[in-house]
Structure formats: structure tokens, C-alpha cells
């Protein structure tokens, strides 16, 4: 009797035993089918984003996920850097250890870039920059990079304000600006200095990051407000700031808008950013146009039949005066 039951003990212990190997077998076999994206003729992409911080980087997320996905043939590996350099840098040397297809990343700041870039350069993997760009003396550390004129976007804003307080002889401005070293930041805030260097009467009384947020923008224009009893402008480096800025303004009774006497300027001229425009609560709204998943896919498609392509491409742009937008212009927006 203890014999049969020693006998059945060892079955089961046998059986067990086999069952687990088959069970790892299986998780091997599928992490095979993970990394062998490649050999089912995907084409994986790395993309390090910079966060999460504004409408825009969520559209201009979705707008790679939406392109970058297995019906259009590739694999997308998608990293939040949540604002920080250094997060980006090690995204960047992840995917070259995952040796992808390619790299493709919105830089948070313009300077940093060099080493990471000749490391993925010496390991053949073609680099495309988007959205922002990096300062660098050698630009065969990328392949190439689609994005907007920042500079322009700000020129844009300041031709409209120069045309608008052509007749005031004095303009005070509060210049909320994006994450500091960003080419959004560096753009925008250029432009806005070759403004005020043109026109004696303008004065910017206050200047600080907003980092691009909501909250951020908020809590600026708080300080600002128990500081500065006249602005005329708030000059406002994305529309979250811009929203964060009103909810302030609202908080300590100030006016502002069409009907108000604090104008405000915006930059991106998301879906929201128009509707606050369309409602007059933002004056002016320049367009920073998001979706550039289909544009890095065009680049892609370009590389992969190695045809030459241009070094840099810029986005058309356009922006929105309270004056003139209509609900039909919103309706149309993808973003
Ligand atoms: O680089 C584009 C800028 O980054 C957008 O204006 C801002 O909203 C975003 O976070």
C-alpha cells in the first residue's frame, strides 16, 4: 500500500515537472514572437516623447500611435521621458540595445544630444528628430527632422500685437513662457524680444516658466496678479498656460480678452485653445500643428525605398484671430 502510494507521489511529481517546462516553453516561445517583430516584416519604431504636459503632446502622441501600429506594419515602442533629459537619453540607449528600425524623438531641450547620437550612429540606426529641434555642429549625428518655425510662431504673434496696439503708447506684457531651453520656448520667446526691441513703448514687467502646464501657468499668473496692477498683455507660450493663467485671472477679478483688459495671445490653437478663442477669451491663438505621426511615416516609407529626402521639413502653420474665427474652423480640427 505505501508502495503504490511512494509509486503515485512520483507520478504526479513527474507529471507536474513536465507540465512546467511546457509552461515555460510557452513564455519563451511568445517572447520569441515579441522580438522576432522584425522577421514578421514589422518595422519597429523607438520614439521617445517628452511627456504628457499640454493638449498638444497628447494629440501629438495619439497621432503616432495611430500611424505606428501593427496594420501599418510596425511596432511601436513609445517612451515618456516626463519632461526630463535624462529619460530621453536613456529611452534613446534603450532602443539601441533593442536595435530598432529606427529612433525617432521630440527633444525636451536643444542642448544634450551629441554622445547619444554618435552612439546610435555608430550603431546604424537612422535618427529622426520631430516637433523640436537639438542644437548640435554635426548633423549627421540625425537623419533628419519635420517640425514648426517657433521663431515664426512668435513673429506671427507680434505682427498681429504691432498691428492691434499700433495706437497705444505704452503696452505692458506679462510673458508667460514654455519649458526653458525647448526650441517652443527659444521660438516664441525671439520673437517676442524682436518685438519689444522694435516698439519703445512695449515693456515686459514680468517673465517666468510656466513649463507649459495648466497648473503651472496657474500658479505664475497668481504671483504676477498680487505683483503687477496693470497688464495689458499676457503673451502665453502654449494655450494650457494660457488656461491656467484665466483661472487665476478669474480667482482675483481681473478682466481679460476681447471684452477684457488683459488681451492674451496663445500658441497652439488645439481644439480648446480655438473654442476659448471662438468665446473671446483668448485674443489671438497661433497654430502649432501636432500631428506628425503621418509626416514621420512619409519619412520612413522614404528611407525604406532609400530614396534622398529633404534634411529639414517645416510644417505649414496658421493662426486664429477672435475677430474672425468661426465655429466651422474648430469643427474641422483634428486635435
Ligand atoms: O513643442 C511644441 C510645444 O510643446 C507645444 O506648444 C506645447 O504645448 C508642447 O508641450
Known amino acids: 500500500m505505501k508502495k503504490a502510494f511512494l509509486l503515485l507521489l512520483a507520478l504526479v511529481l513527474v507529471i507536474s515537472f513536465i507540465a512546467c517546462r511546457g509552461n515555460d516553453k510557452e513564455k519563451n516561445s511568445n517572447n520569441l514572437?515579441?522580438?522576432?517583430?522584425?522577421?514578421?516584416?514589422?518595422?519597429?519604431?523607438?520614439?521617445?516623447?517628452?511627456?504628457?504636459?499640454?493638449?498638444?503632446?497628447?494629440?501629438?502622441?495619439?497621432?503616432?500611435?495611430?500611424?505606428?501600429?501593427?496594420?501599418?506594419?510596425?511596432?511601436?515602442i513609445l517612451k515618456d521621458a516626463q519632461q526630463k533629459l535624462e529619460n530621453q537619453i536613456s529611452a534613446i540607449r534603450g532602443f539601441i540595445e533593442q536595435k530598432v528600425d529606427y529612433i525617432v524623438f521630440a527633444p525636451?531641450?536643444?542642448?544634450?544630444?551629441?554622445?547619444?547620437?554618435?552612439?546610435?550612429?555608430?550603431a546604424g540606426i537612422p535618427v529622426i528628430i520631430v516637433d523640436r529641434m537639438i542644437n548640435t555642429k554635426d548633423d549627421s549625428l540625425y537623419t533628419c527632422w519635420v517640425g514648426s518655425d517657433f521663431?515664426?510662431?512668435?513673429?506671427?504673434?507680434?505682427?498681429?500685437?504691432?498691428?492691434?496696439?499700433?495706437?497705444?503708447?505704452?503696452?505692458?506684457?506679462?510673458?508667460?513662457?514654455?519649458?526653458?531651453?525647448?526650441?517652443?520656448?527659444?521660438?516664441?520667446?525671439?520673437?517676442?524680444l524682436a518685438g519689444?526691441?522694435?516698439?519703445?513703448g512695449w515693456e515686459v514687467v514680468y517673465r517666468a516658466s510656466g513649463n507649459f502646464t495648466q497648473v503651472k501657468g496657474k500658479e505664475v499668473m497668481e504671483h504676477v496678479l498680487k505683483q503687477h496692477n496693470r497688464i495689458d498683455v499676457l503673451y502665453c507660450e502654449n494655450?494650457?498656460?494660457?488656461?491656467?493663467?484665466?483661472?487665476?485671472?478669474?480667482?482675483?477679478?481681473?478682466?481679460?480678452?476681447?471684452?477684457?483688459?488683459?488681451?492674451i495671445i496663445s500658441f497652439d490653437a488645439t481644439?480648446?485653445?480655438?473654442?476659448?478663442?471662438?468665446?473671446?477669451?483668448?485674443?489671438?491663438?497661433?497654430?502649432?500643428?501636432?500631428?506628425?505621426?503621418?509626416?514621420?511615416?512619409?519619412?520612413?516609407?522614404?528611407?525604406?525605398?532609400?530614396?534622398?529626402?529633404?534634411?529639414?521639413?517645416?510644417?505649414?502653420?496658421?493662426?486664429?484671430?477672435?475677430?474672425?474665427?468661426?465655429?466651422?474652423?474648430?469643427?474641422?480640427?483634428?486635435?
Open 271 to 335: 481644439h480648446a485653445g480655438l473654442d476659448a478663442t471662438l468665446k473671446g477669451k483668448i485674443n489671438y491663438n497661433v497654430e502649432c500643428n501636432p500631428l506628425h505621426g503621418p509626416r514621420v511615416e512619409a519619412i520612413i516609407q522614404q528611407l525604406e525605398r532609400g530614396e534622398k529626402l529633404d534634411k529639414l521639413a517645416y510644417v505649414e502653420e496658421e493662426a486664429f484671430d477672435a475677430a474672425t474665427i468661426t465655429q466651422a474652423v474648430i469643427d474641422a480640427r483634428a486635435y
Open 33 to 76: 514572437t515579441n522580438s522576432s517583430a522584425n522577421n514578421e516584416g514589422l518595422i519597429v519604431v523607438g520614439f521617445s516623447q517628452v511627456g504628457a504636459e499640454s493638449d498638444w503632446r497628447l494629440a501629438n502622441t495619439k497621432s503616432m500611435r495611430e500611424t505606428f501600429n501593427k496594420e501599418n506594419g510596425y511596432r511601436l
Open 239 to 263: 494655450d494650457n498656460m494660457a488656461f491656467g493663467a484665466m483661472e487665476a485671472m478669474e480667482v482675483a477679478k481681473k478682466t481679460y480678452g476681447v471684452n477684457g483688459d488683459i488681451k
Open 151 to 192: 521663431r515664426k510662431e512668435g513673429e506671427t504673434a507680434v505682427a498681429w500685437m504691432e498691428t492691434t496696439f499700433k495706437d497705444k503708447a505704452s503696452l505692458k506684457i506679462v510673458h508667460l513662457q514654455g519649458s526653458l531651453g525647448s526650441s517652443a520656448q527659444i521660438g516664441r520667446t525671439e520673437g517676442l
Open 108 to 122: 525636451v531641450t536643444e542642448e544634450g544630444w551629441d554622445d547619444v547620437l554618435k552612439e546610435a550612429k555608430a
Open 196 to 200: 519689444v526691441e522694435r516698439n519703445s
